[in-house]
């Protein structure tokens, strides 16, 4: 598995919340490291400037979302009666995504200047934001498995668990 700076991690925790829940966004929004450098912005930050998101991290993170859609409605096997409850959860994780996106990349102009204490509330901030985009996530995703057959239900469970249980195991690998 490769790694991830923390503003791809970040957007990596959304996109695949919808695999292992909040776990796995809980301990990603950490600022890129040294060692991880971020796609360039589209243009150069001004200072008092608004974020300009780096076009290159949002179709890489774009991308990312659009293959984890595909993989979940490969893996729950969704029927076309199931679309629309589909679709929206679909989209929920796509706006969920887009606006972690934002956040981080707003986040991760802002270090140079931040105090500790501005850092601290900035990833408060963040987490707020997780806990919101869960909060819209999990009615949307409630619905689609509400019109789950019961073995698709078993599947799901199944491929939840298995996420969840690998970033725990990840999580521990790494400390």
Known sequence: MMKLSGRAALIAGVAFIALPAAA????TATPPSASAPRAPSAAPAQPGAPAQPSTSANTAAEQHVEARIKQL????????????????????????????????????????????????????????????????????????????????KKTADQVFRAGAEA?????????
């Open 73 to 152: 409605h490969t893996q729950l096997h969704i029927t076309a009666a199931q679309d629309s409850q589909w679709n929206q959860f679909a989209q929920t994780m796509r706006d969920n995504a887009r606006d972690m996106d934002e956040a981080a990349e707003q986040r991760a102009q802002q270090f140079a200047t931040m105090t500790a204490v501005d850092n601290m509330q900035s990833y408060e901030k963040l987490a707020e934001d997780h806990v919101q985009h869960l909060q819209k996530l999990i009615p949307a995703f409630q619905a689609l498995y509400d019109a789950m057959s019961p073995e698709q």
């Open 167 to 175: 970033h725990a195991a990840q999580k521990a690998s790494n400390q």
């Open 24 to 27: 796995l966004a809980q301990s």
